[in-house]
């Protein structure tokens, strides 16, 4: 029998009031006396568990009643590792040998009984990036170390030198949050967008403090100091959703006559506009005036666009070839 098998079943008795010690270890499983001294450690040391020994009834018991094992319940983390492999997967990372040995170390964890469970979950990531390995690997052992990296960016193939400071996971996207040289300010570059890398031997002279909330102070991926604070008013499905979502830690929600008042922090409009659009009429810019004079504009050219009727061979010649044959 397994050491996790030996502690699930000294675990439940505790919580069964059976008060075990380590003669019940050796007569279940048929172990040395120091074998079972061993466990009874090991959950004390490493686990954690809050074992006290009542002299009276010659057992053991928790001081804290409410005390679990790490990995008692199995099923979340079959979850858990569902999701690590499903985000590791679309993102380019199932290759990394590090990933597949903490994988196979929570995998041990989980009892077989439980493991089929993972067959039943579906995770799905849309508008994924791919990062090249390489890049991915560079990055990490840039922050890990503290040193400069030297990138070419982007279409226009810009050569920048920055500092990293930390490594960001965004809506299917990895960025890389860094002080730039060329710009003297924070910015953040997609990774699958970094054409060529190197570490450099400089170490970095700017860091994230603690408190810092660059990252977490406005909404969306557009980073920076808020510029206003945005208030929309939803209504029907969109209200229904978006009750139930976190799109920032300092979002407010009120209730209205006809659905809810979102209030939050932005810095950049870019990303709150594609959001607000998705929902159609149910969404409306009640403040600032200027988001809302940039919805009407965008609204009326879409309007535009659409105001016409367009016929297969019109529609035809706007897509390009490669489009047709993809179609």
């Known amino acids: 029998m397994s050491l996790l098998e030996r502690i699930y079943y000294f675990h439940a008795r505790i919580q069964n009031n059976r008060y075990p010690n380590s003669h019940d270890l050796t007569e279940e499983f048929e172990i040395s006396p120091a074998t079972a001294h061993r466990d009874i450690a090991y959950m004390r040391d490493r686990l954690l568990a809050p074992l006290n020994f009542d002299q009276r009834k ?3 018991y928790y001081e804290e009643v409410d005390f679990r094992l790490p990995f008692e319940d199995s099923p979340r983390i079959v979850l858990f590792l569902s999701v690590l492999s499903s985000m590791a997967a679309e993102n380019g990372l199932e290759a990394l040998p590090e990933l597949k040995q903490l994988q196979k170390k929570l995998a041990s964890l ?5 493991q089929q469970i993972e067959d039943l979950i579906h995770c799905e990531w849309v508008e994924v990036e791919d990062v090249d390995k390489t890049v ?20 226009s193939l810009e050569a920048r030198r920055v500092e990293p400071l930390k490594l960001v996971h965004y809506q299917g996207r990895w960025y890389l949050l860094a002080w730039c040289t060329l710009r003297q300010a924070r910015r953040l570059f997609h990774l699958s967008r970094i ?11 700017h860091h994230l403090e603690a408190g810092d909330d660059y990252l977490s102070g406005v909404f969306g991926i557009f980073k920076g100091k808020a510029r206003f604070t945005a208030t929309i008013a939803l209504s029907g499905r969109a209200a229904d959703t978006v009750r139930c979502q976190h799109w920032h830690p300092d979002q407010q929600i009120e209730e209205s ?5 979102l209030k939050l ?16 009429e149910e969404a409306e810019v009640l403040s600032p ?8 504009k965008k609204i ?11 016929d297969d061979k019109t529609i035809a010649s706007r897509l390009s070839p490669q489009s047709v044959m993809n179609s």
Do not use: C, H, W
């Open 195 to 205: 054409k060529e890398i190197v570490i450099g031997k400089k170490n970095i002279e």
């Open 110 to 114: 989980v009892t077989d009984n439980k």
């Open 300 to 310: 009326v050219a879409m309007a535009k666009q659409y105001s016409d009727s367009v």
């Open 257 to 261: 006559n006809s659905g809810i008042i």
């Open 265 to 280: 922090p932005v810095a950049d409009d870019r990303e709150l506009i594609m959001k607000i659009l998705q929902f159609g």
């Open 136 to 155: 991915f690997d560079r990055v990490i052992n840039s922050l890990l170390e503290g040193k400069q990296l030297d990138i070419v960016y982007g279409s």
């Open 58 to 60: 010659n057992g053991y």
């Open 289 to 296: 005036k200027s988001l809302r004079d940039k919805l009407q």
